[in-house]
C-alpha cells in the first residue's frame, strides 16, 4: 500500500473510486453532478491516495473548513479559533481495499499533515457512518457533538464532529 499525494492524473481513478463508495455506502450521502469538482477542492492544503499494486484505491483531503456548524463545534471544544483546525475531508476506499489498513493510513497522513502545520485535525462524518465512525473511534478521534446541516435545497444532515488523538477537550 503506497500513500502518496494526489496528483492531477489521479482525478478520474479517484471519481471512479468515489462512484463506488457512494454505491456500496451511500457516501457522501448526497452525490453531487459535478463529482470532480467535489473532489478537487481549490481551498484544500493537500491531497493524498492510497495505491494498491499500483491502481489508486484511496483518496484524502485535508481542508480549512468545513460546515459553519461542525466547525464552530470542533472550536468551542478546542478553545481554538476555527483558522487553527485542519479538517480531515473527501476520506473514502474502494471496497476492494478494505480491510488492507488503506483508510487508517490516509486518515493519519492527512492528521500528521495538519498537525505539521500548526493545525489541530478534526473531522465531520454522517451520524449512520458506522464503519468510518469505528474507524475514527479505533484511531483514538473523539466525539465532541453531532451538527445538522441544512443544506440550500432544505435538504440536512446530520454529522459528529470529531477531534483528532491527543486532543484535551
Not at 481549490?42 to 459553519?68: I, K, M, N, R
Not at 479538517?87 to 498537525?115: D, E, K, S, Y
Amino acid at each position: 500500500m503506497l500513500i502518496r499525494p494526489r496528483e492531477g492524473g489521479d482525478i478520474a481513478a479517484c471519481v471512479e473510486v468515489l462512484r463506488e463508495v457512494h454505491a456500496l455506502d451511500g457516501y457522501p450521502r448526497y452525490l453531487p453532478g459535478d463529482v470532480e469538482a467535489f473532489l478537487i477542492q481549490p481551498d484544500a492544503y493537500a491531497c493524498w491516495v492510497a495505491e494498491l499494486e499500483g491502481v489508486v484505491v484511496g483518496h484524502v483531503a485535508l481542508a480549512p473548513t468545513t460546515s459553519p456548524a461542525a466547525m464552530k463545534i470542533a472550536s468551542d471544544a478546542l478553545g481554538r479559533p476555527e483558522a487553527e483546525l485542519g479538517v480531515v475531508a473527501r476520506l473514502f476506499v474502494a471496497g476492494r481495499a478494505r480491510r488492507t489498513g488503506a483508510g487508517q493510513r490516509l486518515l493519519g497522513t492527512a492528521a500528521t499533515a495538519a498537525t505539521a502545520r500548526g493545525l489541530w485535525p478534526v473531522l465531520d462524518v454522517t451520524t449512520d457512518a458506522a464503519a468510518a465512525i469505528a474507524l475514527y473511534e479505533r484511531s483514538g478521534w473523539t466525539r465532541v457533538g453531532t451538527a445538522t446541516i441544512v443544506f440550500r435545497s432544505g435538504r440536512t444532515l446530520d454529522e459528529h464532529v470529531y477531534l483528532g488523538p491527543g486532543s484535551d477537550a
